[in-house]
C-alpha cells in the first residue's frame, strides 16, 4: 500500500490553517485595541497633540529618525527625546538647524512657529509616557 | 511563449529594471550622505533620498510581479490574456504615476507636497514605505484593480492551475492589504500597529506567496517536473507561511506600545518563520534533482536556486536573529534591522523578480535562452551582487552590534551620534559593497545588450572538444 | 493516485499524508508553546502555582474525559468504515461530534467565569499562557469539529467504504492530535505544581 498525498488535502489545508489563524490574530488584535488606550493614555492625546503629531507625519520626521525604534536609522529615537532633552532644548535644537558643521548629517529647518514648536512638544511628551515595555532600554533610545 | 498577449510582459520587466537602477542610485547616495552628512544637502535632504530609495525598490517588484502575472497567467490558463490593450494602458499609468511621484520627492517640499495633495483631508503620508501623496496611493489601487480585473478574467475563461489559484489570489491580496495604507488612526500606537498590517501583510505573507507561485512557475517550465509534485508542495509551503507568519506578526509589536503578550506570542510563532524558507530550500533542489530536461537557460536556473537560499539567509536567518523578544530588546531599531531588510528583499523579492525576468526575458524576445556569453555575464552579475549585498548586511550588521554594545547594553550608554561616529568604518565597508552591488548590476544588465541565442551544435561541440 | 515516491513501506501512516505534514507543524507550534510556558513558568513558580489554585480543575478533568471518549469513537468510526459499514461510520462519528460539542460548552461556561472574574491576557503571565493555550486549542477544536462534520456527512452519504476510508482516517488523525494536545495541556496547566 502506497502512503496517500493528494493536492486536494495540501490546498485544504493551505485554506483551513489561513482562515484559522487569521481568525486567531483578528481576536488577539479586538482585545489588544481595547488595551492600547490605557497603555498610551489615549485620554491625554489633545488638540495640540494631535496638530503636533500632523507636523511630524507631515513633514517625514520618521525619514531620519525613529519612533518607538520604527523608522530611519539615520538619526536619534524621538520617543523618549522630551525625557532626554526637555522642551527647552527641544525647541531650540529644532530653530537651529540646520548647523552647517561640515561633514555633520544635518535637519533641515522647518520654519516652524512658535505655536507648531509648542504642538510638536505636547505630541513628544504624549510619545514619552507610552507603555513599551521598558524599551528603550536607557535614556540614549 | 505561447500566446502572443503574454508579449505585454516585456514593457514591465524593462522599467522595472529601469527603476531598478534608479533605486540603487538613491541607496550608493544615501549610504554616502551616512557618512558625509552634507553630500547634496540641503536640495536632497537624506529622508528623501531614503524614500526614493524604498518606493523605487517597491515600484520595481510590483512592475515585475505585474509583468509575471501578465506572462504567467495566460500560459498557465492556456487561454489569452483578457484584454493586452488594458494591461499596455495600466502600464504607462503606473510607470507615469511612479515617475511623477519620484520627481514630485525631489523637487517639492515634503509638507508642501502634502498640503498640495489634499494630506490634511484624509492623512496618510509620513510613514514608512507609504510616503506617496494621496493621489499616487489612489492610482496605485486603480492599477491593482486593472490588474485584478485582466488576470482574472483571464484566469475566469481558463483552466485553473493550482499556480494561478496561488498566483491570483495573492495579488488580491496584495491589494486588499495595501487599503490599510488609508487608515492613518491619530493613536500612534494604533498607527503602528496598523502600519504593519501592510509592511508585515506584504513582505512576511502576501508576498511570499507570490514568491512561491513565480518559483513554481520557473521549476515546472525548467526542470520539467510533474505538475502535480510542484503545486502539492507549493501548498504545504504557502500554508507553512502562513502558519508562522500570522501570528508571527506580534514581532513588530513588543515595543510599540502593544500588551505585553505580544511578546511571547510573537516570540513563539516568528521563531517558526524560517521554517517555510527551509522548505523552499529543500523543495527547489529536489525539483532539481527530479528533472526531466536540462534547459538551456543556466542563467535563470542559477536565480532560481539562488532565490531560496538567499531568502532564507535573509529572512530567516537575519529575521531569527532580531525577533526573540530579548534580543530585539536591544536591536529593535537599529542597523540589525537594516541588515536584515536588505538582505531579505533582495533574496527573496528582488532575486525572484529577476529570475522571473531571466526566464521571460529571452522567451519574449523570440528565443529559448540567450546565448552562452550573454549567460555568462548574466551570471557573473548574480555572482557580484549576491556577495555585495552579503557584504551590505554585514556591515550593516557590524553597525548595529556598534549601537547595541555602545548605546543599548552599555552601563554608561553613549548619546546616538557619537555612537554612528564609532560606526564609520561599517558605513564605509556598506558603501563600497554598494558600489560593487551597482557594478555588478551593470555587468547584469551588459547581458542583455549581447545579440543572439544559445547554439545547441556550437555548444556540444565545445564541451565534446573540452 | 499522486503519491510521492517515498513511502511504500508496510504500515504507511494512515490518511493523507498532507495531514500529517499539518498534525507534526501542529504539534511543532505547540511544544514551542508548552516550552515557552515552561520556561515561563520557572522563572515565575510561585506566582504560576497561585494562579493555578484558581482554575477549576473538575472542568478541566470533565473535558479530558470527553475528549478521550470522543478519539474513542473516531477510532470506532475508522473500523467501521474498514469494516464497510458506512452509517455505523457516520453514527460514531455524528457521536464523537457530540462530544466535541460538549468540551465547547464546558469551556465556553469556564472562559465566562474567567472573565466575570476580570481575568484577561494581561493580568498576569499565568493567565497569558492559561488563556492563550486554552483559547488557541479552543479554536483547534473547532476546526477538528469542521473536518468531523465533513467527514460524517461523506460517510452518511456513503462516499467511503472498505477500500476508499482515506478521509476518515486523515480527518480522524488530526482529532486524535487535538485530544492529545488538551491531554498535555490539562496535565501542564491545570495539574502540574
Known sequence: MQQVFTKAMARNIFLGGAVFFLAIYLALSYDTWQRIPERDHADKMTSAVLRGKYLLDSNDCIGCHTVNGEGAYFAPELANVYKRRGPVFIKAWIEAQPTGVPGRRQMPNFHFTQNQLDDLVAYLQWLSNIDTNNWPPNIQG | MKYQSQKVAKPYFIAALALFVGQIVFGLIAGLQYLHGTFLFPELPFDVTRMSHTNLLIVWLLMTFMGAAYFIVPEEAQTELYSPRLALVTFWVFLIAAALTIVAYLFVDYAHLAAITGNAILPTMGRGYLEQPLPTKIGIVLVALSLLFNVTMTLIKGRKTSINLILVGSLWGLALLFLPAFYFPHDTVKASYAWWWVVHGWVEGDWELILGALLGFILIKMTGVDREIVEKWLYIIVAMTLISGLIGIGHHYYYTGAPSYWIWLGSIFSALEPIPFILLIAFSFKMLLQRR?????????????????????GAGLWGFMITLAPAQYYMHGTNFTAAHGHLAFFGAYAMISLAIISYAMPLLRGRTANSAAAQRWEIAGFWIMVLSMLGIALALTGAGIVTVILQRAADDPMPFMQVQDKARVFFWVREFAGVGFFIGLLVYLRSFFIAGEYEYASEMKQALAA | ???????????????????????????????????????????????FNASQLTLNRAYGFANTLILVTSSYFVARATQSIKAGRGTACGNWLAAALGLGGMFLVLKLVEFHQDFAQGISLSTNLFYMFYLALTFFHFMHVVMGMAILAVVTYKAYAGRYSAANHTGVETGGSYWHMVDLVWIILFALVYVIH
Open chain 2, 293 to 313: 530536461r536540462e534547459h538551456p537557460n543556466k542563467a535563470a536556473m542559477l536565480w532560481a536556486l539562488g532565490t531560496p537560499i538567499m531568502a532564507f539567509l
Open chain 3, 1 to 47: 493516485m499522486h503519491t510521492e515516491a517515498s513511502v511504500d513501506s508496510a504500515q504507511p501512516l494512515p490518511g493523507d499524508f498532507a495531514i500529517w505534514i499539518f498534525i507534526f507543524a501542529e504539534l511543532v507550534v505547540f511544544g514551542v508553546l508548552f516550552g515557552a510556558y515552561a520556561f515561563a513558568r520557572s522563572t515565575h513558580v510561585e506566582l
